[in-house]
């Protein structure tokens, strides 16, 4: 941990967005993680990804677990809601909130332990209701704050820091998330924020249940020969099925794609996803042809990466609720209230 | 792009702008780290081993060095280098055990040296020590040069000149006081192994306007003026005083005359305000002694009545571009201006003179009656004779003049030696890891956002009372302790180990700066422009390195780096270390000067 307050002066030359703040006002405080640890590169790229969007910090909730993962709430949007629950208990707190004030945008963030250990309920339950948010898992196949215990998501076969062979199965959060109806799945990697920034964007901006699954090595306990979640593995395996470019609502497309080579996907906010394909034939609408991909490579060892799975029509709890379309907070005792004839009515219709 | 060498002596020495600016290249961060810790006597030793005159120059540097400090490009001023190295002058101890003694054994080699200016006293001092016979002239009774007969006592006191003089002149040195040269061959005559000419620029240009002959009187050269000011001949002007010129003269002539009885003193320039040589905080200085200065006014004659001064007769004039570009003083077209006053100081401009050398002795002039003095060795095209300071490429500053003497001083060395004088030695590197432990530094690496603190000035009123008043009462340790923490420690670099590199982005992701780029390389025009800020100050480098598994490279704007260390701190596998690079330049006599040392 760094003892030092990051200084606050900051290039002369950083660009600002729309709002006239630089990325470097999208920061929490400094991280206290450990020095390389990959969850500090998915920070930045939230950082990254909230600038590029010129997102307003108070409009942002941002909700996690418990694990180094959910620590790190603390290191970006400083000016934004925040609950640091109970471990697993993030989708449940988020989902509360999600139902009191639709209005804000959701960030879950959550590891691999707090969801699919002892989470592992409560994540299949916000993606099946269809929670309008963004859930980040960073993924690094350890209890990195215990340190070190495999999580259930650690490949059978690798190795621990320690030497032992992990013999159980493991859960895949993103084919998970395919199952159980999330509309907006993706995997990526920490150490390759040009694939990773874009697909936060696009998240954000989905308004369903996104869920995303970053690899996310973790330096301290699982980072050596032997590890399928290190630097080297993941690099040496990656299969990225596309690259993402996001394109502004009302911005034209401007950049010249070949034929053929991009697939352009409209978004519910007007913006266009353009994903440019890489090397394999991969159709991101077609949800079981994502699932059988995903576990074909699987089997190779390979890490596949990229937007896996848009609906482009999405609907979340809200609309299924079909829940009145204003923060709770606005609504006065006179929207809540519907008075003593009303409630004679009911009464009546109960006798 | 190349990958770089940091190897090369030069590319961390860059890093340290301020070092890098500074004609003797003082290892500035490394004494305003010692100021920090209180070791005044430290501090000040470093600087007297670089530029000789601490306590001189902390009154007085043009300091280079704080246009180019890179606190300036971060927030809106540099740290105020050179009045922290007053600090270390004022606070120290008697550091005289701390001083080269008188050489034991002679070497019986006589240099001679004309003139005891900065630039000729620091050529004594490099080469005294070594048992060379230096012997001093000067016209003047005390050695100083113009740092004694110019610059205003209020500005520069006496006790510091003659202490600074003093360790130099005890260093087993012959000074002629009083002495001055009238011939070149007759001193080579005498036998001396080699010359140096140390003699500045002593002579101040007169304005031959209409009325000059007339109002002679009360019309007087502003270089002569303030020497007898200096040493005491003149002790008091009239009440309106015209100051006519822009430069550090101009400004030192009209502070003086507000203290000889100078009530209504102005300076009057021909060009803008901008363009005026005197320096920004010259300038304050004058302002904030009521002195107005009015610009765009070309003298036309002096008005006279009865063999007096009365006044000066302006044109208005205005800057225009002509078809070239370049920029003319044209008449404004406005009726012309009258000002009166009683006396007139001229302080447009300083020349060289050298009536004392013959044209006969090898010695080369050029076709503005120059001596043709190689900028390197400082040689002249007599292989003995040597100029230094202001004589060899006219006026300049007193660092100036101390950066020539420690060259030519290498050059008589090397000379005297049999050594080949073009060959010169490459600086003295010493490198060292500041990791104490996994978050601490042997250096202070928080960076504070105070803004430069303001040296305390002396009470206007009293200050104006008596010309040999320091105005400035110098930091209070205190302060300094501010002032020195603004200070980046641009010596303490960002190394770069390429083969250690997991590419985990840490160091980018924490870079306050965003200094940290990896990418695929470029061309270095198109590689500016796509790292996490764009580069667009050419003048710093750009600090490339590779050997990383992806075949990416590492690029870092040194730019805008605040040497934090968090790049550092936060690198999981030490590829980043911040390493102190104490940089000093080969003075004669420094070891082997032959010494080629790599810096990595
Ligand atoms: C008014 C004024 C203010 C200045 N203020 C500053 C300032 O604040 N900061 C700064 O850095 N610089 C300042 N300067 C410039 C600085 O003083 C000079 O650049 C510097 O002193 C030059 O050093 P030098 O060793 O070349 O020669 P000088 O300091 O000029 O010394 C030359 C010496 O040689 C002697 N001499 C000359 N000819 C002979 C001879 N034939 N025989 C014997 N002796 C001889 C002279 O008497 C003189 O003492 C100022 C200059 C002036 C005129
Ligand atoms: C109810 C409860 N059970 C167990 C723990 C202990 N515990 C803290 S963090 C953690 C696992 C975190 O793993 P993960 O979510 O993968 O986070 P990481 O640290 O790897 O980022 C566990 C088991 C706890 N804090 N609370
Ligand atoms: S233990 Fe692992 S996951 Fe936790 S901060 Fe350290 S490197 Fe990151
Ligand atoms: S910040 Fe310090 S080391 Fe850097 S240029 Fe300025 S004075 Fe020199
Ligand atoms: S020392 Fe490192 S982290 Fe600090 S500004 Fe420089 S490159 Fe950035
Ligand atoms: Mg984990």
Redesign the pocket.
Known sequence: MTYVAKPKFHHPDLPTNDLGYTHRDYEGTISTLCAGCGHDSITAAIIEACFELSIEPHRVAKISGIGCSSKTPTYFLGNSHGFNSVHGRMPSVLTGANLANRELIYLGVSGDGDSASIGFGQFAHALRRGVNMLYIVENNGVYGLTKGQFSATADRGSKSKRGVINTDNSIDLAAMALQLGATFVARSFSGDKAQLVPIIKAGIEHEGAAFLDVISPCVAFNNHAGSTKSFDYVREHNEAVNRLDVIPARAPITVNYAEGAVQIVEQHDGSKLALRKLGADYDLRDRTAAMSFLQRHAAKGQVVTGVLFIDEKPHDLHHHLATVNRPLNTLSEKDLCPGSAALAKINAGLR | MKLTDIGDPNYFHKVVDCQWACPAHTPVPEYIRLIAQGRYSDAYMINWKSNVFPGI?GR???RPCEPACRRGRVEKEPVAICRLKRVAADFKDDIRERLPKPAARKLGKRIAL???????LTVARDLAPLGYDCVV????RKA????R???PKF?LPDSVIDEECDYILNLGITFHGG????SLKALLADGYDAVFV?????RGRDLEIPGRAEAAKNIHI??DW?SSVSFGHVTKIGKRVIVLGGG??AM?CCRSARRLGGEDVKVVVRSGFEEMKASPWEKEDAMHEDIPIHNYLVPKFFTHENGKLTGITFEKVKAERDAKGRRNLVPAGEPDQHFPCDDVLVAVG?ENAFP?IERDIGIDFDKWNMPVVDEKTFVSTNPKVFF????AFG???????VAHGHDAALSIHKMLSGENITERPLPDVQVESQKMGIHEWSYHNEITTDHRYRVPLRDKAAALKDIRAEVELGYDPNLALGEAYRCLNCDVQTVFTGQLCIECDACVDICPMDCITFTQNGEEDELRTRLQAPAKNTSQDLYVADNLKTGRVMVKDEDVCLHCGLCAERCPTGAWDMQKYLISMTHAGDGKCQAVRSAA
């Open positions: 120059l007085t540097c043009d004309v003139g005891a200016g900065p630039a000729s002239f000067d016209a003047d100083g040069g113009m740092m007969s110019q610059i500005r002495q001055r040269i009238d140390g003699s500045g620029a002593p502003g270089i303030l550090n003269t030192d300083q004392w230094g300071g202001d004589a006026p300049k500053n007193i660092i100036w003049a």
